[in-house]
């Protein structure tokens, strides 16, 4: 009985409705959608000139050709993913609550990690094919950081300021 | 509203010097990651890559002869012979592969019985194959009658739709497994 109990705890401080879950998300989600999608451009011109600046530091004499990205391929939606989810969150306690001092400054810096992993997956996929290493590097690294990590990234990340968030604020 | 707060049941505590692994985020996000990684190394290998890429091709093509959308197939690049003409190359992404790990991965690490997991796998895998040839068919339709449409539908409608598959189906599942329990 007790072996029972011990595999049915759950992690997860709340009963999840879906409906009163998604809803919120999917506003969420579309609000940081739009709001970010003016400054694509902005944003992705931010990332090579980052991207740049570290090859031309990593390979000195021969640095590997990085052209403009076009601004439609760039949107991130990793951002937008963790504020749909933090914000379907904040439904289910008072706003302020969640987005309190304290719990504002994980949120931003999750924000941050989020968009330092992307450049990060997009700097590593231009190593490897610079350095021709094989066909496996590139595919696994491509796949880890820019097509899962850009949807599962928010969602473990949410899940672990989640999980904190009860204890930050006394719950 | 009223009602969630009314189930919710209590936060796990944490008690000083616990090993990590014991708490129950800590060990699902463990195990998350790991069956992520273990399912991606796998994936990687050219072989299984070109396998998925290759079998996407041909399914895809054979359900488009069926809605009488006529393309012509060489290796994973399918030519669309009517309308914009436009070619398709079927990469690692079009094949549905990537969002079925994570919801693997989300379902295995997330706390519950072996049974509950291997029937939220099975529907997972039928669900996100399902709407990723609808995704690949609606986009051939698409392309057939504009590039320019073909590429919003393709970048913004697309990449947007497997974040909510996986919010929605994750969520789904955690729903349906409490249902269960509570029958």
Same mark, same amino acid.
């Given at each position: 009985m007790e072996k029972k109990n011990k595999t049915e705890i @759950? &992690? /997860? &401080?709340i009963a999840f409705d879906f409906i009163s879950f998604f809803k919120p998300f999917f506003l969420g989600f579309s609000i940081a959608f739009l709001i970010l999608l003016p400054f694509t451009s902005l944003l992705s011109t931010g990332k090579v000139v980052i991207i740049r600046w570290i090859i031309s530091l990593l390979f000195r004499n021969n640095p590997p050709y990085i052209h403009q990205i076009p601004f439609y391929r760039s949107i991130s939606i990793s951002g937008p993913t963790f504020f749909g989810l933090c914000f379907a969150h904040s439904k289910t306690k008072p706003m302020s609550s969640f987005f309190s001092k304290k719990n504002l400054i994980p949120f931003s810096l999750a924000v941050v990690l989020l968009w330092i992993l992307e450049l990060f997956g997009n700097l590593l996929e231009i190593i490897v094919t610079k350095m021709k290493i094989s066909s496996f590097l590139p595919n696994f690294t491509l796949a880890f950081f820019l097509s899962v990590g850009s949807i599962s990234f928010p969602l473990l990340l949410w899940f672990l300021l989640f999980f904190r968030l009860p204890r930050a604020t006394g719950t | 509203m009223k009602n969630q707060t009314k189930t919710r049941s209590k936060p796990t505590k944490i008690k000083k010097g616990?090993? &990590? /692994? !014991?708490i129950p985020t800590f060990r699902f996000l463990f195990v998350t990651i790991s069956v992520m990684l273990i399912l991606l190394l796998y994936v990687s290998q050219s072989s299984v890559t070109v396998f998925f890429e290759q079998w996407t091709s041909i399914s895809l093509q054979w359900i488009l002869n069926i809605l009488h959308i006529k393309t012509r197939l060489t290796g994973n690049i399918l030519l669309l !012979? *009517? +309308?914009?003409q436009i070619k398709f190359q079927i990469v690692p *992404?079009? @094949? +549905?592969i990537f969002p079925l790990i994570i919801l693997i991965s989300l379902l295995v690490g997330y706390p519950s019985s072996f049974v509950k997991k291997f029937y939220g796998i099975l529907l997972a895998f039928f669900y996100t194959f399902l709407f990723n040839y609808l995704r690949l068919v609606l986009l051939f339709v698409i392309a057939r009658k504009s590039v320019h449409w073909f590429e919003i539908a393709h970048i913004f409608i697309w990449q947007v739709s497997f974040v909510f598959l996986i919010v929605s189906y994750f969520f789904w599942w955690m729903q349906w497994k409490r249902k269960i329990k509570q029958k």
């Open positions: @759950t &992690p /997860f &401080p | 616990k090993n &990590p /692994f !014991l !012979l *009517d +309308g914009t *992404d079009c @094949t +549905g």
